[in-house]
């Protein structure tokens, strides 16, 4: 079965800071792969996902950039943190037509 | 938006008594789906249940879909201080993407 691998697990950074988070996957090919936010106490948001090598898609208006260059790997990215930018953030894929999604074990960032 | 809401936003209750979870949804949907998430972890996969179907059972959970109403319920029986978590309900329409809702935070009480 998959394996999601999501790093780092915290991070506290400086506004207008890069960020890079990645996520891998395992076990695997050709998965569906999405980027969640979720505020504290609150639902997970979709910010972008993607289908496959190159293909990104954009749910909302925002400071972050996804990529996508290799089958099983899955970059959140931004040029320069804003307070607003910190939350949990949730890697997922879907793979092989099954409907679940399996999720990996998050990064918390605090912009300051 | 399409995204669904859960009720009650939280809910506290003793060991061996059964919880009721229901999410609310506006759109059409293909599957409705259930999560749990333990604090400042991953979610983790309960349950889907289809738009033809109505019931669906695994081990102490149960989860009914109501089409006709946008609704659905997650029914936990004789629960344990280990199902303590946030629960999400999810649904997807017609793409990949899986929309969540805003939760259900559990407390159960040994």
């Known amino acids: 079965s998959q394996t999601i691998h999501q790093w780092p697990a915290t991070l506290v950074q400086p506004v207008g800071s890069p960020l890079s988070l990645e996520c891998t996957v395992e076990?695997?090919?050709?998965?569906?792969l999405y980027w969640y936010r979720q505020a504290a106490g609150r639902g997970l948001q979709l910010l972008f996902y993607?289908?496959?090598?190159?293909?990104i898609s954009s749910e909302v208006p925002q400071n972050l950039s996804a990529s996508r260059p290799q089958d099983r790997q899955f970059i959140l990215s931004s040029k320069k943190l804003l307070l607003s930018d910190s939350g949990f953030y949730l890697c997922?894929?879907?793979?092989?037509?099954?409907?679940?999604?399996?999720f990996g074990s998050g990064t918390q960032l605090s912009v300051l | 938006s399409q995204q669904g809401e859960e009720d009650p936003q939280a809910l506290s209750i003793q060991e061996g008594e059964n919880a009721t979870m229901n999410c609310s949804y506006k759109?059409?949907?293909?599957?409705l789906q259930w999560y749990r998430q333990n604090s400042g972890r991953g979610l983790v996969h309960l349950i889907l249940?289809?738009?033809?179907?109505r019931e669906k059972h695994s081990g102490r959970l149960r989860v009914t879909l109501d089409t006709s109403k946008k609704s659905s319920s997650l029914l936990i029986t004789a629960s344990r201080a280990a199902d303590t978590a946030s629960y999400f309900c999810?649904?997807?329409?017609?793409?990949?993407?899986?929309?969540f809702g805003t939760g259900t935070r559990l407390q159960v009480f040994p």
């Open positions: 999810a649904t997807s329409h017609n793409t990949d993407k899986l929309i």
């Open positions: 993607s289908v496959g090598i190159g293909q």
């Open positions: 759109t059409s949907i293909n599957n």
């Open positions: 997922a894929c879907q793979t092989g037509g099954n409907e679940k999604l399996f």
């Open positions: 249940i289809r738009s033809n179907e």
């Open positions: 076990g695997t090919s050709n998965p569906n």
